[in-house]
């Protein structure tokens, strides 16, 4: 049974760091892309960040270069998403997702998705 469950969300102020988990099972983590996505309110989701199979190769929304940092460790079946100097406009439900998400619009939840976590990043 695949699962993603991400932890980590929270309530920040601006400028503050969030360090996101997702603990992955039931499938190799090695042979999977993992991909952040994210729901601000009132809007549809987006990716935000993407790393391929090894975690060498990272791919970042625009929004978010320079700021926010995704990795996995295979070995430990888990991904992270590191925030910092997080922003209003990063509020939202984040959610890590198994897959290569990029090329998909518009996003859809489905099984390979984690529940989310909440970010509030507010003053």
């Known amino acids: 049974q695949v699962q993603l469950v991400e932890s980590g969300g929270g309530s920040v102020q601006p400028g503050g760091s969030l360090r996101l988990s997702c603990a992955t099972s039931g499938f190799n983590l090695k042979a999977w892309y993992i991909t952040w996505v994210r729901q601000a309110p009132g809007k549809g989701l987006e990716w935000v960040a993407v790393?391929?199979?090894?975690?060498?190769?990272?791919y970042y929304k625009d929004s978010v270069k320079g700021r926010f940092t995704i990795s996995k460790d295979n070995d430990k079946n888990m991904a992270y998403l590191q925030m910092d100097n997080l922003k209003p406009e990063d509020t939202g439900v984040y959610y890590c997702?198994?897959?290569?998400?990029?090329?998909?619009?518009?996003?859809?939840?489905?099984?390979?998705w984690g529940q989310g976590t909440q970010v509030t990043v507010s003053s």
């Open positions: 790393t391929n199979t090894g975690g060498r190769e990272k």
């Open positions: 997702a198994r897959g290569d998400l990029r090329r998909f619009n518009p996003l859809e939840r489905n099984g390979n």
